[in-house]
């Protein structure tokens, strides 16, 4: 506990996260801390990641929750000097995002009430966005998809989060009928069907899909579900989630087919591994200077400053 970042970055536990504010208090003088050597942590984002190799799925989730509203704030992470609830709101995606992450971690670390607190809370956040903030008709399409994810991950009915009701009628702008649904009144698929029809509406033949899809909204509503799917029987790839023709609206709507598929089972069988992976980071295929000590594979996902298995993310030594 000598080095500045080393007061910064360690805590009486011997986590690595932001100091106490009565650490902070005990500073005589406060500068700002060197720019970390590569691999340290630096946001909660990657806290939260650490958390998650440490098999700290409480801390996982917790920080989850902070780099959610860190990134809503403007602080780090995507929204780092953004203004997320102004000029800035294709971005906001990400602290859905990272809602979604702290959910499922909620929930299968055996939180299933805090979890369906943070859907909650990231429902509400989509509505907002969508009704008052975005402008993009494809990125207030998306608050929709985002609305069925949370429904999928808290295994929620939309019934009782009101997410239904309201995640889709208005989605489509112009007073277009697309946000209607089929009106099955069934959970969580009800809700992908509102995003289809929210994405047909919108679509007139003048926007590219794939330019779309790979702009901040769509990366972030494909991101934290695809995390949550990652090394279980139903992780999807990007085709998966988009399907074959980028040329097509069809292009966005298999997003809400293939997560209605594949995210709650995911969800479950996340829940009962009791663990979320972390996201998948740069890969090295057969790197012979690292083992994984559990599979005995040299997978190399290398994220948050971290070495890690590609298939167990358990941490890799040196061989
Ligand atoms: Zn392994």
Redesign the pocket.
Known sequence: MTGEWGDLITNDRGLRDRPSIAAIGERRTVHPPPAPPSGMVRNDRDAAIVALIDRDIERAANTYTRAAHATVAGLENEGENRDLLGADARWAGHALSYLLLSAACYRVGGAPDRGTARCQEGIALAGDLRDAVLTDPFDRACCVEFVADFEAVGGLDSADTGGGADGGEDAAPGGSEGGEGNGNGNASGDDYDRAIAAYEAVSNGSTDPMSWATSPMAEAARRGSQQIARNTPHAFAWDDLHGSNPDSIAYLTHRSRCKRSQLPLSIEHATDEGYVHPPRGTTEHNNATWR?P????S?VNRIAGEVI?L??S?RMERA
Do not use: A, Q
């Open positions: 994984c559990n599979c005995g594979h997978e298995c298939d167990c358990v």
